[in-house]
T-cell receptor, first 111, second 114 residues
Framework: DAKTTQPNSMESNEEEPVHLPCNHSTISGTDYIHWYRQLPSQGPEYVIHGLTSNVNNRMASLAIAEDRKSSTLILHRATLRDAAVYYCILTSGNAGNMLTFGGGTRLMVKP | DTGVSQNPRHKITKRGQNVTFRCDPISEHNRLYWYRQTLGQGPEFLTYFQNEAQLEKSRLLSDRFSAERPKGSFSTLEIQRTEQGDSAMYLC????????????FGPGTRLTVT
């Protein structure tokens, strides 16, 4: 199974952009890149996903490297409410339908 | 609120007792998943249903664990003869069959086995 590598933690200042990196050097051609986040004392929350092209939605943007071996989740203006653990997850139609969570990146946002 | 709900939110039990948790998914979602999360770790997949059929079970799901989704709506997860190692947050999620990786999670049930 393709794995992901994320920094354990990152810090950001409120109202500044945040770039959360994820390495997935063994990604296969059919793997999608998903991002979830988990706020304190809550279940995980879907953020965004993509395959090859960059993606934008109301929560965030996903920038995918041309070789797909890495991706970056971009929060355009961090708020205190964005403090959470962010998980980068690869999914494949051949691997069942579970999400395989790693350790994620704990994002701390300073006022 | 039309999100995923789980009951109870907290459960404290003594070792050896049986416990049952309930999950009510988003009403139009035909897929339902159970995960377990221990402190400081990401959630781990346990099992999932498509409608009432249990399609996949993780090796983490020992014989003491059983899950049901009798009418394809709510689901229950039962743990028999609980052990201290079962202490964890049990998370339920649901999705549409056509978007299996866009899962909506409930708040979880925190189990403490003393």
């Amino acid at each position: 199974d393709a794995k992901t590598t994320q920094p354990n933690s990152m810090e950001s200042n409120e109202e500044e952009p945040v770039h959360l990196p994820c390495n997935h050097s063994t990604i296969s051609g059919t793997d999608y890149i998903h991002w979830y986040r988990q706020l304190p004392s809550q279940g995980p929350e879907y953020v965004i996903h993509g395959l090859t092209s960059n993606v934008n939605n109301r929560m965030a943007s996903l920038a995918i490297a041309e070789d797909r071996k890495s991706s970056t989740l971009i929060l355009h203006r961090a708020t205190l409410r964005d403090a959470a653990v962010y998980y980068c997850i690869l999914t494949s139609g051949n691997a069942g339908n579970m999400l395989t969570f790693g350790g994620g990146t704990r994002l701390m946002v300073k006022p | 609120d039309t999100g995923v709900s789980q009951n109870p939110r907290h459960k404290i039990t003594k070792r050896g007792q049986n416990v049952t948790f309930r999950c009510d998914p988003i009403s139009e979602h035909n897929r339902l998943y159970w995960y377990r999360q221990t402190l400081g770790q990401g959630p781990e997949f346990l099992t999932y249903f498509q409608n009432e059929a249990q399609l996949e079970k993780s090796r983490l799901l020992s014989d003491r664990f059983s899950a049901e989704r009798p009418k394809g709506s709510f689901s229950t997860l039962e743990i028999q003869r609980t052990e201290q190692g079962d202490s964890a947050m049990y998370l339920c999620a649901s999705s549409l069959m056509l978007s299996p990786y866009e899962q909506y999670f409930g708040p979880g049930t925190r189990l403490t086995v003393t």
